[in-house]
């Protein structure tokens, strides 16, 4: 079990190195929330390899988005896509955060019916760049 763990903090940290030049969360933090029982992992693969991620939180009768990211040679190919499937099939009212500059995330997230909720100024470092809250309601919340 902990080998299984210690590798999919590589594979994650791995991916997060090359979708953001330089990894936001450090390998403790993944660590710490691979283990975590409010929060789920979902993969996509190619062949055996993984080559993408989503991490949800479970909070109270919600669900964040707390990160989705795809190996760079492999954007724009549908896999994100899949990935958003897998969760969006949920009766729960989703949240997630992304950067105002990135708007070929936002528009994936629009096909899925998320909509733009509210900002944060500043919420990203690396650049420093404010964040779009965005949000699906639930089936039981419309």
């Given at each position: 079990m902990m080998k299984r763990i210690e590798e999919k903090v590589e594979t994650v940290y791995h991916i997060l190195?090359?979708?953001?030049?330089?990894?936001?969360?450090?390998?403790?933090?993944?660590?710490?929330?691979?283990?975590?029982?409010?929060?789920?992992?979902?993969?996509?693969?190619?062949?055996?390899?993984?080559?993408?991620?989503l991490s949800l939180q479970q909070l109270v009768g919600e669900l964040e988005i707390t990160n989705i990211a795809v190996l760079p040679?492999?954007?724009?190919?549908?896999?994100?896509?899949?990935?958003?499937?897998?969760?969006?099939?949920?009766?729960?009212?989703?949240?997630?955060?992304v950067r105002e500059s990135n708007l070929a995330a936002q528009a994936l997230y629009k096909k899925?019916?998320?909509?733009i909720v509210g900002k944060r100024k500043n919420y990203y470092k690396n650049p420093v760049e404010g964040a779009l809250l965005m949000k699906r309601e639930g089936r039981n919340d419309r």
């Open positions: 190195s090359h979708v953001y030049q330089e990894s936001p969360w450090t390998k403790e933090q993944i660590k710490t929330d691979l283990e975590s029982p409010n929060v789920d992992y979902f993969f996509v693969y190619d062949k055996q390899k993984i080559i993408g991620f040679d492999y954007q724009g190919k549908g896999f994100g896509a899949q990935l958003l499937q897998r969760v969006t099939s949920s009766n729960q009212t989703l949240f997630l955060e899925v019916n998320f909509s």
